[in-house]
């Protein structure tokens, strides 16, 4: 690892744009043969400003990558009925090869007995209970998008992880606990924690590769990292400046960890991007087992 002081960006942005321009390589010779292109789903319930944001931004990302998506809106007091109802009817559509539930969802509704229901040869953020066991088992399978870009990214940039020290703060379904899993496949030793552990400042100045998810603006502090270490920022918040302008920031203080880690992600344009290419990734890659199997 660099030496800390010299922190380099892993550019999230530009590695994911690298991922798409294969990915669309790949659907572009398929097409070329004849065959249909991949399709996504896309279920969107209310109207929550960011999720807007993140369904037209996945949406585009598949237009350029040559994936047809399509979104079903509902209304904020949609009912788990119609929910589950319109994902047994995407599971049995064949031109359909991924189904992505945006989260959050409205509290009244059931969110894990509605990622329960979509099959899990669908299943492209990776978080039916099937494809997080055959995670857990370290068997192949869809998994969750936002540690899978995780890892693509340290790999991108040479970040070794055998035999380091890999320290994870947050414990969700969504990040934490996958990314501990695939951080040990690749023989880290892995301290998960979280916002309540004792002594937490003194874990994650303990790692060599340190995972930031846990939803607390600017929680890490440049205090708390050790010097030469990689640090990845998943968090995302939104702040209005005095002018009334919006600034985006992470879970960790960029500016003072810059000065001690090795590599830093930067918020936005470091694991957003990739969280959106991983989605692209499995989705295509349940296309190709499905047209292998049809």
């Known amino acids: 690892m ?17 991922v798409r321009g294969k990915l669309k390589a790949t659907v572009d010779d398929v097409v070329s043969r004849g065959l249909r292109r991949p399709g996504l789903a896309v279920i969107l319930v209310g109207d929550n400003p960011a999720s807007q944001i993140y369904v037209r931004n996945k949406i585009e990302a598949c237009r350029k990558t040559g994936i047809e998506s399509h979104c079903q809106k509902f209304p904020v007091d949609v ?54 066991g055959l995670l857990l088992m370290g068997r192949l399978a869809l998994r969750p998008c936002t540690p899978q870009g995780i890892m693509v990214l340290l790999e991108y940039y040479g970040i070794g992880l055998a035999g380091k020290r890999a320290v994870v703060i947050g414990r969700s ?30 874990l994650a ?3 060599d590769v340190l995972v ?8 890490v502090r440049g205090s708390w990292v050790k010097p030469g270490a990689a640090v990845v920022d998943v968090g995302i918040h939104r702040l209005e400046t005095t002018q009334g302008d919006v600034e985006i920031v992470g879970d960790v203080h960029f500016q003072e960890v810059a000065q001690v880690a090795s ?18 990734s499995n989705t295509v890659r349940a296309y190709q087992e499905h047209i292998m199997l049809r």
């Open 2 to 18: 660099l030496e800390s002081g010299v922190a380099q960006i892993l550019d999230g942005k530009a590695v994911a744009a690298s």
């Open 79 to 132: 009912s788990q009925r119609l929910v589950l109802e319109s994902i047994r009817q995407l599971n049995k559509d064949t031109t359909i090869d991924g189904i992505l539930v945006q989260l959050p969802l409205p509290e009244h509704l059931a969110a894990d007995a509605i990622l329960a229901e979509l099959a899990p040869d669908k299943d492209v953020d990776g978080l039916h209970p099937l494809n997080m």
């Open 173 to 202: 379904n969504l990040v934490g606990k996958p990314i501990a899993l695939m951080l040990m496949e690749k023989n880290a030793t892995v301290t998960v924690c979280h916002s309540k552990s004792a002594g937490l400042e003194e």
């Open 205 to 207: 100045r303990s790692a």
């Open 212 to 219: 930031v998810a846990v939803g607390r603006q600017s929680l």
């Open 263 to 280: 590599y830093i992600t930067p918020v936005p344009g470091g694991i957003g991007p990739m969280t959106v290419a991983m989605l692209l």
